[in-house]
């Protein structure tokens, strides 16, 4: 009984969200007292494979053929429950991203698995059975899901366990398993990629503003303090709705849920639908003119103020302090 | 076109959560439930691919009696016809296995359903379907729209998206943006009463997770303000917090 992990790629690289996933893999293997085969499917460099080792995988098996190199959920799902056959896994971890929510209900159902989706921590372990806390009701409650199941999958949540680097290399081998042409009837027509943005759902920190920046044309600030902090830029439903930003930015209910370590809100009143999306952030700073704004109930710190006068002033006395450390 | 659309219930988004017997039921005095809003959303795709007599639209919904009144509302906004599992919703795989129990030998060329629901917050059902009726599925679609014999469906991926053409039949949870969302009009709710909803037995699935408790998020302490002319005073916070 033994942990596996999927280990998702993008352009032959490890995402932070699978070194996570690695990570809490590793934990879960020391609560079982076993140890950690990571999966790679796709062309990932030698390099980054034996670097899993540094998260705690002792193994990693590769799976690099051509037809292959792209993400179908369905060949994806069959190689992930060949490679829990072979390898003896009891558990198996995936994270919970785009891509994840796509494949681990399909792992799980070949595996006749328990599936816990939206793990925010390590589980409970009592005799075979698995404890996890998840995230549920749009982020005002957690539940306790126990997994009865012989073999269990779990989707973990990005940014939600954090890194634990252990040194070392893994082993590295290929592995070969059989897919079907029926798991390959879905054609990738286009993949569209920002290459140098933070991908928001993977973002520590977030710069989010709405509705109180008035036009669009005012978010070259918020953009820069992004840019000093190192953070993606998000937005809440008024302002993607009104088409002042890309939809991929609206934050919320009905958007992203994120789960940054810091989250800047900017001109966002914080209505019960935004705040679904965004309370699992560790710590809030809120940002508003309006003292009676509901935002500042949930906050960790704020600042009652005009965004004009306050973001450039924060920018600067951010890039101060980067300057000075 | 023949349409098969996952509905559940959820409580409404502004309900207040709580809970009861030592935190392992949800208190649901007082809760109003709504059609989970992703399930809505499928429900107007699958109006939408229909219209002008293309196909029909069945609803399906894994409930008690006390849900019929949700059923309803999904015939007022459109469907054909809808069917009703018997059973209390236990989990993603029992209601995904509900479903492809019933859909299998139906002929239907789409499945769709919401991409989760805001409830559990699970996005497991549609996928669990896909696996289950062994046919292609995307578990987040942006856009849906029908090219011949396939599906064409944007979904989201980490800083960017990804187009997919799928061959039918297929599953397929859909997200905002897919669709216009519909209500139902006078003529919709009239005609609701008599459009057929059939009650059927659910079929046994073992039980391999259950929640055994909940736990309500720790209460955020007071927010600590910084005057708007101490910017400084807020960097230095955040870096003794460690979040920069």
Redesign the interface.
Known sequence: MSVLVYTESVAGKFKKSAHEAVSYAKAVAEQLGTNVTALSIGDVDASELQALGNYGASNVWSVSAERLKNFINQAYASIIAQAADQSGASVIIISNTFSGRGLAPRVAAKLGAGLADGAVDLPEVAGDVLTVKKTAFSGKAFAYTELVSPKKVIALNPNAFELREVGGNAQVEAFNPVVDDRDLTTVIKEIVRAVDKVPLPEAEIVVSAGRGLKGPENWGMIEELADVLGAATACSKPVSDAGWRPHAEHVGQTGIAISPNLYIAIGISGAIQHLAGVSASKTIVVINKDPEAPFFKVADYGIVGDAFDVVPRLTAAIRAYKGNS | MKILVCISQV?D??SK?T?TDNNTQLNTTGLQYIIN??DEIALSKALELTEGGNGSVTVIHVGESATDATIRKALATGADEAVRVNAAPRD??FV?NQVAGYAKDQGFDLILAGRES???????VI??V???L?V?????A?KVALEGTAV?AE?????????????LPAAIGT???VAEPRIPNMRGIMSARTKPLTVIDPVDV????????????AP??A???????E??K??D???R?R??
């Open positions: 409580p988004t502004t959560i809970f809003p992703y993603a795989w995904a805001i409830d559990y917050n699970g996005s497991q996928t669990f896909g696996e289950l062994d292609p599925s995307v578990n987040a942006k064409v979904r989201e991926i980490e800083g960017g998206k990804e187009v997919l053409s799928i061959p997200s905002e943006g073992p039980v391999l997770t259950q929640v055994i408790r909940y736990e309500s998020p955020k302490g927010v600590t303000l910084v005057d708007a002319g910017t400084e807020l960097v916070l955040l870096h917090a979040v920069i």
